[in-house]
């Protein structure tokens, strides 16, 4: 099992910058691939950025492309997002997830990939 928390979130204002950051604890991290996804009430799970078990590979949504990263520290067992350039549409629960190592490279996308997911973290951005 792993045990995924997000923290960093909070309410900021467009054009603003946030970090957020995600620990896990249980399985050896640097065994899964990780991503980050977002939620806004009514709409499905959205993709926002993958990177592979060694970090040295990354995908992004488009909408995010640009101006989030997502990036790793394998010996410190944490997962970061770094969102710069917020916008109000940008406003979700974000949540992290790990996955198996093997996922195909368009596969990073797919919720169904990722067996273990944090609680979700709020990140509110005002106009």
């Known amino acids: 099992q792993v045990q995924l928390v997000e923290s960093g979130g909070g309410l900021v204002q467009a054009g603003d910058s946030l970090r957020l950051s995600c620990a896990s604890s249980?399985?050896?991290?640097?065994?899964?691939?990780a991503a980050w996804f977002r939620q806004t009430p009514g709409k499905e799970r959205e993709f926002v950025a993958a990177?592979?078990?060694?970090?040295?590979?990354?995908y992004y949504a488009d909408s995010v492309k640009g101006r989030f990263t997502i990036s790793r520290d394998n010996d410190k067992s944490m997962l970061y997002l770094q969102l710069n350039s917020l916008e109000p549409e940008d406003t979700a629960v974000y949540f992290c997830?790990?996955?198996?190592?093997?996922?195909?490279?368009?596969?990073?996308?797919?919720?169904?990939?990722?067996?273990?997911w944090g609680q979700g973290i709020q990140v509110t951005v005002s106009t």
């Open positions: 249980g399985r050896t991290f640097s065994n899964y691939a």
């Open positions: 997830a790990a996955g198996h190592s093997g996922i195909e490279y368009d596969d990073y996308d797919a919720s169904y990939e990722y067996d273990y």
């Open positions: 990177i592979n078990w060694k970090g040295q590979d990354t």
